[in-house]
Antibody, heavy 118, light 110 residues
Framework: EVQLLESGGGLVQPGGSLRLSCAAS????????MTWVRQAPGKGLEWVST???????IYPESVRGRFTISRDNSRATVHLHMNNLRTEDTALYYC????????????WGQGTLVTVSS | QSALSQPASVSGSLGQSITVSCTGT?????????VSWYQQHPGKAPKLVIS???DRPSGVPDRFSGSRSDNTASLTISGLQAEDEADYYC??????????FGGGTKVTVL
């Protein structure tokens, strides 16, 4: 069974930094692309970043230059490094596996909450 | 990349059929088979219910189906059940090499 467990969320001031982690199990981690998707309170889903098995990174304009996704295939872990955080980055951040690239986000963690506030 | 357009809400009676639309452009929905749908109950993580426009993953009831016409994808729930009341999101891969989500549709079972 595929399992994704996020950690690292918390309260941070505007302009601050945070690193999220996602521990994966139940599949061959190095084969699959991994993604972060976020959901602001009461709002919809927003794609945040993706990293392919070989390490290629992809970002939307909204976070490019501030967020960095990375992975450690030996530890089956993916990270999201977030810098220069803004109040609008407040959201529940989900770790997601991409199956049958680029077709489907087939496994989701339970999310970790990031609150950016002074 | 603009978000895909979904109706804010759709409702139907128990046992009825409903359809949720997801309108994009030739740069996303109209170009790729990477259109998928996710169901989200309150306080829960999203769950994949349709992938690659019309493929239903193992374990998803066959009352869920997907289709596409030009730049608009659709999710149909036939024989609506109480447990189908949830938020539904579409997403598509795009020519920019990114993904775009719809704004979400709240499905209410009357």
């Amino acid at each position: 069974e595929v399992q994704l467990l996020e950690s690292g969320g918390g309260l941070v001031q505007p302009g601050g930094s945070l690193r999220l982690s996602c521990a994966a199990s139940g599949f061959t981690f190095s084969y699959d692309a991994m993604t972060w998707v976020r959901q602001a309170p009461g709002k919809g889903l927003e794609w945040v970043s993706t990293i392919l098995g070989g390490g290629t990174e992809i970002y939307p304009e909204s976070v490019r230059g501030r967020f960095t996704i990375s992975r450690d295939n030996s530890r089956a872990t993916v990270h999201l490094h977030m810098n220069n955080l803004r109040t609008e980055d407040t959201a529940l951040y989900y770790c997601v596996r991409i199956d049958k690239w680029p077709n489907r986000f087939d496994a989701w963690g339970q999310g970790t909450l990031v609150t950016v506030s002074s | 990349q603009s978000a895909l357009s979904q109706p804010a809400s759709v409702s139907g009676s128990l046992g009825q059929s409903i359809t949720v639309s997801c309108t994009g452009t030739m740069s996303d929905v109209g170009s790729y088979n990477s259109v998928s749908w996710y169901q989200q109950h309150p306080g829960k993580a999203p769950k994949l219910v349709i992938s690659e426009v019309s493929d239903r993953p193992s374990g998803v009831p066959d009352r869920f189906s997907g289709s596409r016409s030009d730049n608009t994808a659709s999710l149909t729930i036939s024989g609506l059940q109480a447990e189908d009341e949830a938020d539904y999101y579409c997403t598509s891969y795009a020519t920019s090499g990114t993904w775009v989500f719809g704004g979400g549709t709240k499905v209410t079972v009357l």
